[in-house]
């Protein structure tokens, strides 16, 4: 299999799985929205101080969170990826992109959470926010193909 091929398929079982990972977290929605997942209103008897410690913890997590998953992926592709060799290097590459489109899923799923918990649309705005972040991270074959062969080129000076 030659190279574009590979970067193709990448790109593809990224995408995939982004797509799935996206229908779990809308299924996650409709079935607290239904009162299947019994969420609501949960956390609403708070006096206002504790609520207003757990909606700046929920900021918290969600910013270090998203700045985790994006930064960390670049620390991650240079000081991990790129010193694997050969097949491991592109199986490492794909595992880094599911692992941070998978850690984005679950902070879209903790900001519908706190929002129905809470009944505050703080909640949503930290998933949204999640959502619009992990769209970064959906690279197109020719981006699997400008990061992976930047990695080989690095890794040859």
């Not at 670049?74 to 794909?94: I, S, T």
């Not at 992109?97 to 679950?106: C, D, K, Q, Y």
């Amino acid at each position: 299999m030659d190279n574009k091929t590979t970067y193709k398929k990448i790109s593809r079982n990224i995408r995939w799985v982004y797509a799935v990972q996206m229908l779990v977290a809308v299924a996650f929605v409709a079935l607290c929205e239904w009162n299947v997942i019994p969420v609501e209103g949960m956390l609403v008897g708070m006096d206002a101080g504790t609520m207003y410690v757990v909606e700046v913890g929920m900021l918290a997590i969600v910013g270090i969170g998203i700045f985790a998953a994006l930064k960390g992926y670049d620390w991650l592709l240079h000081h991990r990826v790129l010193k694997a060799e050969g097949e491991h290097r592109v199986q490492l590459y794909q595992v880094c992109n599911i692992s941070r489109v998978a850690f984005l899923t679950f902070l879209v799923m903790l900001g519908v959470f706190f929002y129905y918990g809470t009944l505050e649309n703080w909640g949503m705005y930290y998933a949204l926010a999640a959502f619009v972040s992990s769209l970064f991270c959906l690279p197109s074959a020719e981006g699997v193909e400008i990061e992976l062969e930047s990695l080989l080129t690095n890794s040859k000076h």
